[in-house]
């Protein structure tokens, strides 16, 4: 039924990416963090996502595998992100605050073969989360990249994979009704499950049944552990335009951001659209440039519709 009303198709996000990069070559991607800056073009993350997916491949990673990646809004993750989509690997995000307990049992249930994560940030030592996992009971897990020069024993670094990559690389063929993405919930009531999606449900999501628009600048504030983080990396390579990831929330920033780029949209729950726009009072920044802004992810009180709505925000 879904093929019949359209909402499904038999393109893949990796066709898309692919088209996107010939369509919206020059659309801009701009990971704003105090540690890791990064930005890049859709043109060049698509070259260089599809020689690491040939780096991927000869770490004997294939169609149906699974990699989880606890990496926060950095180019390195964007590109790990796309070049298992190529591949036809099965993402795992993993919400960067999730300790061993955490990581251990994703792992486990996604049986990841691959596992990508930084060294530290903020105030987390991931190396310190590595040594506590029981790798006894990951029987899958083979290989676990570090983001560091120095990754520890067993391990390689982000420059170590790099090294394997291999431009020329020829991607499989991946289906669009293919299992793309395993995300887990939060687990509130009973243990985290492990939701399936496929190229096809992703899609419908991004752009063939979505609501907000798309022009302009758009401002991602989501983790990419996140579903909408996630969703937001994955709608430029549909729309364009330029997009910028935020590697951690901050109000001041994110209004700052708003009004040096002209941000168009943004997204977030009722906490994050009330500190921006108590933030933006307060400093005086200008937001009149944002016209769409996406909220959900908890009960959104009516008076902060009103309040948005004075600011001349649509919310969806």
Not at 29 to 51: C, I, Q
Not at 268 to 294: C, I, Q, V
Request: with cysteine; proline share 6%.
């Amino acid at each position: 039924r879904y093929y019949d009303e359209g909402r499904y198709q038999a393109r893949t996000l990796a066709d898309e990416m692919r088209d996107g990069a010939t369509k919206h070559g020059e659309a801009l991607l701009v990971f704003h963090s105090d540690t890791r800056p990064g930005a890049a073009n859709v043109a060049e993350m698509h070259r260089k996502s599809l020689a690491l997916a040939g780096a991927l491949h000869s770490l004997g990673l294939r169609p149906g595998d699974a990699i989880a990646i606890q990496v926060p809004n950095w180019l390195e993750g964007a590109l790990a992100f796309q070049a298992a989509m190529l591949l036809g690997v099965v993402v795992v995000p993993v919400i960067h605050i999730y300790g061993p307990a955490e990581v251990q049992f994703i792992l486990r249930e996604s049986r990841a073969r691959a596992f990508i994560c930084p060294r530290a940030w903020r105030n987390i030592d991931y190396v310190e989360r590595l040594e506590r996992l029981d790798r006894s009971a990951l029987p899958d897990l083979q290989h676990v990249i570090v983001l560091d020069e120095d990754p520890p024993s067993g391990c390689l670094s982000w420059r170590d994979l790099e090294a394997k990559a291999q431009p020329s690389f020829a991607p499989p063929h991946v289906a669009a009704d293919d299992v793309c993405l395993l995300i887990f919930t939060s687990g509130t009531t009973a243990e985290p499950k492990g939701v399936q999606h496929t190229h096809n449900t992703l899609l419908a999501e991004l752009g063939r049944g979505s609501t907000m628009p798309t022009h302009g600048v758009t401002l991602s504030a989501f983790p990419s552990g996140h579903i909408a983080g996630v969703l937001g990396l994955a709608r430029l390579y549909l729309n364009g335009g330029k997009t910028i990831l935020m590697d951690n929330w901050d109000a001041s920033a994110a209004a700052r951001l708003i009004e040096e780029h002209q941000v168009r949209n943004t997204q977030g729950t009722p906490f994050h659209l009330h500190g921006l726009l108590e933030t933006a009072a307060a400093s005086r920044r200008d937001l009149s440039s944002l016209a769409d802004y996406l909220i959900g992810g908890a009960n959104v009180p009516p008076a902060l519709v009103e309040q948005a709505q004075t600011a001349g925000l649509a919310t969806y």
